[in-house]
């Protein structure tokens, strides 16, 4: 008998979803065992690009959670309520759920994992993270012997698109940004991805299964790339950098006691593999041993690349149900349930690149020198290259410094009389 699916959404990713499904030849014959029973939408006058007898589509998405005839529920609606709400429904029913929403995920895992493990059943995510990217199969099961020492990424598609062409094209940010929300790429409401909380919610996901344990979500620090401008990209290329938008998720220290998880754009060096994702295309370099370093590659967001990472968790399913085992597989099931201790943002240890607009004054930069010493902050280098107005632009690279350091000095120098201002302070890789 075929396996029932029951699908929460047809926007970009629930329309890619459906595409694919229909469109069996040449695919896993798997695909075969599958019936769209039913999808469940806001409105039912909108056009779609799937065709779908009436019958299927409905507005009442509580009816399909509890139809005892769906064996497993595709959430692909987003947002925090009712999607909670629905997964934990279809959960109790005894359903197994499928999901892209990496906000309710990175929020309400602990509640939605714990039930789920009560009830028997499996919540699956590879498109949560990385779009089309397998990287939540490959850290559950073909990574999962390694110790994981960091987990870093361009976990963003939309905010990697607007980098790029900031970057390439000199563009300006709000017209890059209807472009990434025209494709499909951005969240509904695209603050999320531009503000890093989307790409905070992802590293917390890669964390907590590369870390084994469960991660508070308001600890994951984010910062986001409204502060990034035209100017800075220009200094960093200069510089050998280019900035990307990273979420990070690393033991801080040999005996692996502190976990830092945090979001925030960085000045990749030039050589460095993740500097050369552009686009909407997303990159996870996972670093464990013995195995080393991995990057896994490919298109972040987008309806045909989601779909695929959907579909392949549902195919898991269906060769589950298919099998019919009576006893959970621990590869695909979530395992922990401790919290992890994360490290706060003023104990990382790391570089700075730093821009001032000082007045043009003699002695400015011996005082920004000595002001950073007092702290234990040494610099890289210093270049004062150009003006802006009647204001000498000054940027700083700085070794590796511990952030609350470099923060009480930059309060300091923010209050020298000679300085204007300090319009950007970003972290080096
Ligand atoms: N877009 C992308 O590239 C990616 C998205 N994701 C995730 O996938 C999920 C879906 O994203 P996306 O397809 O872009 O979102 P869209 O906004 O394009 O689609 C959302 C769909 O859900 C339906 N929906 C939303 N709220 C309700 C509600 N309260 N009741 C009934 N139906 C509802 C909408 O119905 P209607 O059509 O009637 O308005 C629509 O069909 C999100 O969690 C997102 O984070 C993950 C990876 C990539
Ligand atoms: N808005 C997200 C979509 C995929 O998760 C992104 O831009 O990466
Ligand atoms: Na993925």
Redesign the pocket.
Known sequence: MAVKLGI???????TGTVQLLQDKVGRHPLLQEIDIYRV????LT?PRAVELSPEVIT?D?EAIVNDPAVDIVVE????LE?ARTLILTAINNGKHVVT????VISRFGAEIFTSANQAGVYVLLE??VG?GIPVIQPLKQSLSVNRISAIMGIVN?TTNYILTRMQTEGSEFDDVLADAQRL??A??DPTADVDGLDAGDKIAILASLGFDGRINREDVYCEGIRQVTKTDIAYSAKLGFVIKLLGIAQHLDTDNSQLSVRVHPTLVPQNHPLASINGVYNAILIEGEPIGQVMLFGPG???GA?ASAVSSDILNLVATLKTNTAKPNPLLACRHQHYSQITPISELVTRFYARFLSKDQAGVIGRLGTCFGNYGVSLESVVQTGFQGELAEIVVVTHYVQEGDFRQALAEIQAMESIDSIPSVLRVL
């Open positions: 929460l959404g047809l926007g970009t990713v629930g469940g939408v806001r409105s909108k507005t998405l692909l609606m987003g947002g009712p892209a929403n990496k906000a498109a949560a779009g598609g499909g790429y969240e509904a967001a987008g309806a989601t």
